[in-house]
């Protein structure tokens, strides 16, 4: 048995202990890295879990795009909380994570099923948006593509779509390797080999720029059905409260898109180069910038809801406001019947206004 470490950090050398070699990576910046991931953590758990309660409100689950909402949410968290933290051991102990570790295979599979079930979901909220915008028949909208076995068969597709994507690694087909900083692991990107070159493709293609492709058709049929009934929606003031109601849903999933693209572009474009170099064309410490880049993703969402959606922060402050009197509330919900119908017959008569101006409520 020998056991063989060295007292420098810039170093790299081999811990052998039986049968097991571990090799010991560069720790000079692992506090840097740890830091941005625990305040990545942090925000991520905090800015999902809000909007997880949020979107479940009674006030928030009849929107349409609420169940698509709170799956991001629960990907989100998912990633954060089983897929990150085998980053952040190999980031502290020093250690690198080497092919063949269930540690790495479990990451990859995660990280990649996840990214991709994330944009595949925003894909097809992009999707129920431009067909409730340019759709000359919004009554088939509302009967087809809000009613629930639609939401549970799209958001099930989504989730099965990303773990097909990347289950292949898993048969035999490609594998999953350890980047350069060896701290998390992904697809073999810088083999020639036939198995990876195939994979690699078909993934990218999949995974990113199929999705990517729809989200732009998408929007581009948003844009130019705005632009075309702006003429008439100033002549008619329902008309111009629809167009900016609609304008206003659009523009934040444009903006949630958005960040997601930008957080994995990087990712993206060095897998691609490495797939023609054959090699991997960073080295240790420029390979975990767009690693770090595409983890950061999961705090943009809650973000954007809280800063464009009037309905989330209403529902935060009323949250806020009427928590330590819940029981109280609740008292005298209980003892006042008729309060409750009243407001029940208000929100019929809402219901039925929203109706009959054709209307779909989605934040």
């Given at each position: 048995m020998v056991d063989r470490f060295t007292t420098n950090n810039s170093s790299s050398v081999f811990a052998l202990t039986g049968k097991t070699e571990v090799e010991v990576t560069d720790?000079?910046?692992?506090?840097?890295?740890?830091?941005f991931m625990f305040f990545v953590l942090s925000v991520g758990i905090l800015g999902n879990v809000l909007?997880?309660?949020?979107?479940?409100?009674?006030?928030?689950?009849?929107?349409?795009?609420?169940?698509?909402v709170i799956n991001l949410a629960v990907a989100d968290l998912f990633i954060v909380v089983f897929g990150y933290p085998v980053a952040i051991t190999a980031n502290l102990s020093c250690r690198k994570i080497t092919t063949g570790q269930s540690r790495c295979t479990w990451s990859a599979f995660v990280n990649g099923a996840i990214g991709i079930a994330s944009i595949v979901m925003l894909t097809e909220i992009s999707?129920?948006?431009?067909?409730n915008i340019t759709s000359m028949k919004p009554h088939l909208y509302r009967s087809e593509f809000t009613s629930k076995t639609f939401k549970t068969l799209a958001l099930s597709g989504a989730w099965i779509y990303g773990i097909l994507s990347m289950s292949p690694p898993l048969l035999g087909w490609s594998r999953f390797v350890p980047g350069s900083a060896g701290i998390s692991c992904g697809p073999e990107w810088g083999s020639n080999t036939f198995e990876a070159l195939t994979y690699n493709i078909a993934l990218l293609i999949v995974g990113f720029f199929l999705p990517m492709t729809i989200i732009l058709i998408s929007y581009y049929k948003i844009y130019s059905s705005l632009?075309?009934?702006a003429m008439l929606a100033q002549q008619k003031a329902l008309l111009q409260r629809r167009r900016h109601s609609k304008l206003k849903v659009a523009r934040m999933i444009g903006i949630v898109v958005l960040a997601f693209v930008v957080s994995w572009s990087p990712y993206c474009i060095v897998s691609i180069v490495a797939i023609f170099k054959s090699t991997n064309i960073l080295s240790k410490g420029e390979a975990e910038i767009p690693e770090l880049m595409a983890k950061?993703?999961?705090?943009y969402n809650p973000l954007v809801y809280a800063s464009m959606s009037s309905g989330f922060k209403k529902t935060v402050k009323r949250l806020l406001r009427d928590w330590p009197c819940h029981r109280v509330d609740k008292r005298d919900s209980q003892a006042s019947p008729d309060k409750d119908m009243i407001t029940t017959k208000l929100q019929i008569i809402r219901l039925g206004n929203l109706s009959s101006r054709e209307s779909i409520n989605y934040v």
């Open positions: 720790c000079d910046g692992k506090w840097v890295y740890g830091g909007t997880i309660i949020v979107f479940l409100q009674r006030e928030q689950r009849s929107k349409a795009i609420a169940p698509f999707v129920l948006i431009c067909y632009t075309l009934n950061a993703s999961v705090i």
